[in-house]
């Protein structure tokens, strides 16, 4: 990203009408001007030409480079479009001089890692045996419902599900499975119940997840320099 498209866009039809709109989003009451251009920035997306400003590197050497040398003044809608559109030509111009790679990644989550872990016997018990090689149990070899949750998270990666607070929307799936197992209740039970209620647990993920497929985007700044790339490409050649 070399500021271009963020040119395009803050001289284009649609620039006014959109920072209007994040204007009455960001609540600038309470606020410096400073403050509230600053939040703006971070509302603006790839596809209007602004890197993630979430980004540490972003914010430290594109966004706060643009606002350096620049007198802070009483908020007002006007006087916040008058002067975030400075600040955004500051913060294309950055970009031209140093411009960014942003890649931008999509997962889909619709439960066919489970479907295909719970088809092969011998690696689900292999995968549940490795996720209860940890849990505490009690001196009859019994381990407390309250692990459920604990263990899930442990074999989520190898079924292709985020891990327990990456992805809001599978948190609210998993949490509504959980529920109604009353996961939360602290009942002791042996091991193979154990391994049977998880088992469980993951295919009615699964089933919820084949009705309903969970999808997430990201775009997330690539730190690795470009020329650094292009020369490991032409040593290889």
């Known amino acids: 990203m070399d500021g ?3 040119l395009e866009f803050i001289n284009g039809p649609s620039y006014e009408a959109e920072m ?3 204007f009455s989003q960001i609540g600038c009451e309470d606020a410096s001007l400073r ?3 600053t939040k703006a920035l971070e509302k603006l997306t790839v596809d209007q030409g602004m890197p993630p400003s979430s980004d540490s590197w972003v914010m430290r050497n594109i966004v706060e480079p643009a606002l350096e040398s620049w007198d802070d003044k009483p908020v007002s809608q006007e006087t916040f479009l008058e002067e975030s559109k400075k600040v ?3 913060v294309a111009q950055n970009l031209n001089e140093e411009p960014v790679i942003v890649a931008h990644s999509e997962n889909t989550f619709d439960g066919s890692g489970i479907k295909r872990l719970l088809s092969n016997k011998f690696e689900l018990d292999k995968l549940l045996n490795v996720g209860l090689e940890n849990v505490p149990k009690d001196r009859n070899g019994k381990i407390s419902k309250e692990y459920l949750r604990v263990v899930l998270d442990v074999v989520a990666p190898s079924v292709g599900l985020p891990q327990i607070g990456a992805v809001e929307q599978m948190d609210k799936v998993v949490a509504d499975v959980l529920n109604r197992i ?3 209740d602290w009942k002791m039970i042996k091991e193979d119940e154990f391994k049977k209620l998880l088992t ?3 295919e ?3 089933l919820q ?3 309903n497929p969970i999808s997430v985007s990201s775009n997330s700044v690539v730190h690795e320099p470009l020329p650094s790339s292009l020369s490991l490409l032409q040593a290889s050649t």
Do not use: F, N
């Open 4 to 6: 271009e498209d963020l």
């Open 20 to 22: 209007v709109s994040i």
């Open 35 to 37: 403050d509230c251009i």
């Open 88 to 90: 955004a030509k500051r």
């Open 182 to 184: 009353d996961a939360d």
């Open 200 to 202: 469980e647990i993951m």
């Open 204 to 206: 009615s993920i699964m």
């Open 209 to 211: 997840l084949e009705g």
